[in-house]
């Protein structure tokens, strides 16, 4: 399982056909007497979990995801709460329960990326293909035309994309809205409210229909398929006015990873890999698309964090109302601090991280000499934070490539 390509799906088939041995044992590590009270790991981490795992030969994830159910604390990732599609699968019921977030300054962004969708061409191209030979076998030749239809559309409309408002590197983007309405996007990808509710009985019909099939090896290609068109998480239209749509096109991924492939072995045959994809992006701009509903849920949400001043903004932004809170005085006495701001750059322009300006070269540029100015005149250590680690790796790349982080380096170790 471990060496296939998808591991997931390879996981998921032979537990459904019963054929998994480590499954059938995770009885012998969930009662394993190092887990008990009083045995060497009673407070254990995964790394525990899969040693004791490897002595009995018993999977530590399903191991893991019952010993939860009795579990007084369980910790996780922000995305197995945030994220309602992994929530779900993972099996976290919210109700009742307190969930506490540490390092809370970083939700807003988990929250907006776990409210976002993006399709690639390549995933659409698969499902339309899976669709269609499910078609050739008769097997609910109507729902999958259906979705076979929309993803085909899709297809063309993000290969037929020529207008993109911004240009990074090979990458160009299209942001909606623009000249062109929403509503009339929607309607060259066969988006409307009336394919929505046909998506909607369609989910159902096929949800009834995987359960039918659940020992049969194509439910594997249905689920995935299920969960990739008509995932049931998707947030009410009331907060369409929180989402920007995007049509991107960039690099391939893949292409380089085949080259190198190719390198290494001279006689491996050729593979067809496309230079560039096309993705359709759902962007969430507002956090409390999901959080609000975490809030509603849960007994109590417990927000922890040095860095979450000020309260009011950051409860607006959730969109929550804070019971109590606690702000505790700053560590640093206000001798020692200064705060201010820098308009531009030393070329002059505006420095202002908006998704507009830090796709632009010259932000970029002029952000990456501002700071090099400062580094040639601070004397000591210094820490800068970018919005978010895409921003910060995408401006470490430009600086690599443009010299400015090797002029930095002469002066400050960067790490």
């Not at 459904?16 to 009673?42: F, M, N, P, W």
Request: charged share 25%; with cysteine.
């Amino acid at each position: 399982v471990l060496k296939s390509p998808a591991v997931d799906d390879a996981c998921r088939d032979l537990v459904d056909h019963g054929s998994c041995g480590a499954y059938h044992r995770i009885k012998k590590l969930v009662q394993h007497e190092d887990l008990a009270t009083g045995g060497d790991s009673q407070i254990w981490d995964l790394e525990d979990l899969v040693k004791v795992g490897k002595k009995v030969n018993a999977c530590p994830y399903f191991a893991s995801r019952e010993l939860s159910e009795s579990a007084d604390i369980v910790f996780c990732p922000y995305n197995y709460i945030l994220d309602p599609g992994v929530r779900e699968a993972a099996g976290i019921a919210l109700d009742g329960n307190v969930v506490i977030l540490d390092e809370a300054h970083n939700i807003e962004n988990a929250a907006r990326d776990a409210g976002s969708k993006e399709f690639s061409d390549q995933q659409l191209s698969a499902l339309a293909g899976e669709c269609a030979g499910l078609i050739h076998r008769g097997i609910l030749p109507i729902e999958h035309g259906f979705i076979n239809t929309l993803a085909n559309t899709i297809i063309g409309q993000l290969v037929n994309q020529n207008q993109f408002a911004y240009t990074d590197y090979e990458t160009r983007t299209q942001v909606w809205p623009s000249s062109e309405s929403v509503e009339e996007l929607f309607k060259r990808l066969m988006l409307t409210d009336e394919s929505r509710s046909q998506l909607q009985l369609t989910y159902s019909t096929l949800e009834a229909h995987m359960f039918k099939c659940r020992e049969e090896l194509k439910r594997r290609n249905e689920l995935q398929k299920r969960r990739l068109m008509t995932d049931n998480n998707w947030p009410d239209s009331k907060f369409a006015n929180d989402y920007r749509i995007a049509m991107i096109r960039k690099p391939n991924p893949e292409l380089y990873g085949a080259r190198n492939k190719r390198r290494r072995n001279r006689n491996a045959p050729p593979v067809s890999v496309p230079p560039q994809i096309n993705v359709l992006a759902f962007w969430s701009l507002n956090p409390g698309v999901i959080f609000k509903e975490i809030a509603e849920k849960s007994r109590s949400v417990i927000l922890t964090s040095g860095t979450l001043s000020p309260l009011s903004s950051y409860a607006s932004e959730l969109q929550v109302d804070f019971m109590s809170t606690l702000e505790a005085n700053h560590v640093i006495g206000p001798d020692r601090c200064w705060a201010g701001t820098i308009a531009c750059g030393p070329s002059g322009t505006m420095l202002e991280a908006k998704y507009q300006s830090t796709e632009q070269l010259s932000f970029q540029d002029d952000m990456g000499e501002a700071i090099l100015s400062i580094v040639k005149k601070s004397p000591d250590g210094m820490l800068v934070f970018a919005p978010s680690y895409s921003l910060l790796n995408k401006l470490l790349s430009r600086w690599q490539t443009t010299g400015v982080r090797q002029e930095i380096e002469v002066f400050k170790s960067v790490f």
